[in-house]
């Protein structure tokens, strides 16, 4: 299509129990983009304590998820749907679970490691010849042996929780332990339930031998434990992995849906959306959302010039653009330049001739291009996660591959081998020779369609080609010539469309130019009316503002001067020379890129043919100065000319006839992919 698509503006008032079910139900079929609601003050019948119990359930679910090991999706899947009763008890059941396993897990984690700190420490002082009564003021450790009955046992344990580890030893006695730091809290927790201290006699040195065993029985207990707990954990990830991940997914779509609902204006019992969606898609969409709501919904639809945001230019419509696969793997392109206006040329089409002929004339080469070739299907295929982050160059590699192979024939170049083609290439020229293509062409019998390295009989082609080039430059700068006098008209900005530089005015004039410059060529001459030919449109330039006000009979502008207004012509004139002269040489660089490459690959082969001679290891490294000069043809140049052509859509052909960036149309959905 020439043009954006043209958009609606729908709005729906909706019943407050259909709110989920309409916002799912557009989040799917991805056709809308809601309306601006920065200045909607917020709804009463969503308290934020309910928004924050949503994020706070999505937040467990995602904690369980990942302390089983789970892999948490980025977006909720193409199944997942609101979730229901029966998803909220099993998320709180499942949720639970995981809680407990995780307690048991820490305090487990947190017994082990103080166990292990009380066995080395006891360890250090094991061997220590000294009273064992003299131990509590040398460690870092504080050591109370007596009898506890067991429920104190618990007790003491409940309240100082990860402060104190306590041995169970024979005949009743416990060993309680704990840093130094804690003692006085061990003690008085101790005296309180009850524990009769035990008197160790004076002469006893070291360490007692039951309390360093009852300490290490205590670790192989704790570490079976925490085995239990690793097993248990891998069941829960089996039993309830899919399940979960499931309910996460459906809580991420709920969460947006709240979020949503948040901002809309709305009563108590219905709630008010608006958005833009395609005009064509309007009827269906209607249909649906009156068959889901079983009639309980009210739908407006709107023509963009009655929304009153959009007349006052509050609000932009948003672009939409519909191509076929070959376009809109350009769409990347030109959306990072900025969104067309909406009601302006779409210019997609156009990049994604210009942009795959520029760049296969730069790199012609069989091989190489069959390289970009295999690398463009690759990234579409996905398969390859590395190459991920590139989905948006998949369809241009594919179609600039194809054009750079269809290139390379004419070049007879091969992986920057230029004699492999030769025998097929003269067969053809052979027989083209002595047709009237081949003589309107000026073909002849050779083992290249076109030469770009200077050989004797080959300048004149090479002259031909830069001057193809420069017509491309012409062809390319007519049509955003043509694009900006149509966007002007469109936008009703008549004075710029027939009176600047890039209006109707300019485009005359750059036209007779490139026919004069044709017309010398070929004949040899001027003609007496090519002077006011060209004087008319630059007088129409230099005049332009007088003579629109003539024209639309409007008031005279305030103006500093005419000083100041004959030095704003004469600039006017200067930037119009200037800027299509070079917008015109500027594609010059698209035949020295060409010739630069064929420099390369001669290179490379005159590299390859000297370290080749005389031996088997010559020629081993003579394949890999091929190999590795054909990878940097491929890598460096590749980018070179990506970017070169990128420069030319973008500051001689756009430049043209961008009047502002649009806002491009991203409908609401779920998932992104």
């Known amino acids: 299509m020439i043009r954006p698509r043209k958009m609606k503006r729908i709005e729906l008032t909706v019943l407050e129990k259909d709110a989920d079910m309409v916002i799912e139900f557009?989040?799917?079929?991805?056709?809308?983009?809601?309306?601006?609601?920065?200045?909607?003050?917020?709804?009463?019948?969503?308290?934020?304590?309910?928004s924050k119990f949503g994020e706070?359930?999505?937040?467990?679910?995602?904690?369980?998820a990942l302390y089983l090991g789970l892999e948490l999706p980025i977006e909720p899947y193409e199944s997942t749907r609101l979730p229901t009763q029966e998803d909220e008890r099993d998320a709180d059941d499942i949720c639970e679970r995981v809680v407990r396993l995780k307690e048991r897990e820490h305090e487990?984690?947190?017994?082990?490691?103080k166990i292990e700190d009380a066995l080395n420490e006891s360890k250090a002082f094991?061997?220590?010849?000294a009273p064992f009564?003299?131990?509590?003021?040398?460690s870092y450790l504080t050591l109370r042996v007596g009898r506890l009955d067991p429920q104190g046992v618990g007790t003491v344990q409940r309240n100082l929780t990860d402060r104190v580890v306590i041995i169970p030893l024979d005949d009743g006695r416990v060993l309680a332990i704990s840093s130094r730091k804690g003692r006085f809290a061990l003690d008085s927790e101790l005296k309180k339930q009850g524990f009769s201290p035990i008197t160790i006699p004076k002469d006893y040195k070291g360490i007692p031998a039951d309390m360093l065993t009852g300490l290490e029985e205590r670790q192989e207990s704790v570490k079976s434990e925490l085995q239990e707990i690793a097993a248990e954990r891998k069941r829960l990830q089996t039993l309830y992995g899919f399940r979960l991940l499931s309910l996460v997914a459906s809580y991420m779509m709920a969460d947006v849906t709240r979020k949503i609902k948040a901002k809309l204006v709305s009563t108590k019992s219905v709630c008010f959306l608006s958005g833009w969606v395609p005009a064509d898609c309007t009827?269906?969409?209607?249909?649906?959302?009156?068959?889901i709501t079983s009639g309980r919904i009210g739908v407006r639809i709107l023509d963009p010039n009655e929304v009153e945001s959009v007349r006052n230019g509050a609000e932009k419509v948003p672009t939409a653009l519909s191509h076929g696969k070959f376009a809109s793997s350009f769409e990347p392109l030109v959306f990072s330049y900025g969104a067309p206006l909406y009601g302006s040329i779409d210019p997609t089409f156009f990049v994604a001739i210009f942009f795959t002929?520029?760049?296969?004339?730069?790199?012609?080469?069989?091989?190489?291009?069959?390289?970009?070739?295999?690398?463009?299907?690759?990234?579409?295929?996905?398969?390859?996660e590395i190459l991920d982050g590139f989905k948006n160059f998949g369809g241009p590699l594919i179609y600039v591959g194809i054009f750079s192979m269809f290139m390379g024939l004419l070049y007879g170049s091969v992986f920057s081998n230029e004699t492999l083609l030769e025998a097929p290439t003269r067969t053809l020229t052979d027989f083209l020779a002595d047709t009237n293509l081949g003589r309107l062409l000026n073909i002849h019998e050779t083992g290249k369609i076109l030469h770009l390295m200077p050989e004797k009989g080959s300048i004149d082609k090479l002259f031909y080609f830069f001057g193809f080039t420069l017509s491309l430059g012409v062809i390319l700068n007519s049509a955003g010539l043509i694009f900006n006098i149509a966007n002007q008209f469109f936008a009703k900005n008549y004075e710029k469309a027939l009176f600047s530089k890039t209006g109707l005015a300019g485009a005359l004039f750059f036209?007779?130019?490139?026919?004069?410059?044709?017309?010398?060529?070929?004949?040899?001459?001027l003609h007496w009316f090519d002077i006011p030919c060209i004087a008319v449109p630059l007088l129409c330039i230099f005049f332009g503002p007088l003579i629109w006000q003539i024209i639309s009979d409007e008031s005279p502008k305030e103006r500093d001067g005419l000083l100041v207004f004959i030095i704003e012509g004469i600039v006017e004139i200067l930037e119009t020379l200037s800027s299509y002269i070079s917008n015109s040489v500027s594609f010059l660089r698209v035949g020295a890129f060409a010739l630069s490459h064929s420099v390369l690959s001669f290179i490379t082969f005159t590299m390859a043919e000297l370290v080749g001679r005389g031996s088997l290891l010559g020629t081993v490294f003579s394949a890999v100065v091929v190999i590795f000069g054909n990878l940097i043809i491929i890598v460096l140049e590749g980018m070179i000319v990506a970017i070169q052509v990128t420069r030319l859509q973008y500051y001689e052909f756009f430049s043209k006839f961008w009047i502002e960036s649009g806002v491009k149309f991203i409908p609401f959905r779920f998932r992104k992919e």
Request: proline content about 3%; hydrophobic content about 45%.
């Open 133 to 138: 009564s003299e131990l509590d003021k040398l």
């Open 26 to 50: 557009l989040g799917r079929c991805g056709l809308i983009q809601f309306s601006s609601v920065e200045n909607i003050p917020p709804q009463e019948k969503q308290p934020e304590v309910e």
């Open 126 to 129: 094991a061997k220590l010849n």
């Open 357 to 384: 002929l520029l760049f296969g004339i730069m790199f012609g080469d069989v091989g190489q291009g069959c390289a970009l070739l295999l690398l463009g299907l690759l990234i579409k295929q996905r398969k390859i």
């Open 511 to 525: 036209w007779w130019i490139v026919g004069i410059v044709v017309r010398m060529l070929v004949h040899g001459r």
């Open 56 to 64: 706070e359930k999505l937040e467990r679910l995602n904690d369980s």
């Open 283 to 291: 009827a269906s969409l209607t249909a649906e959302l009156l068959h």
């Open 108 to 113: 487990g984690i947190g017994e082990k490691q």
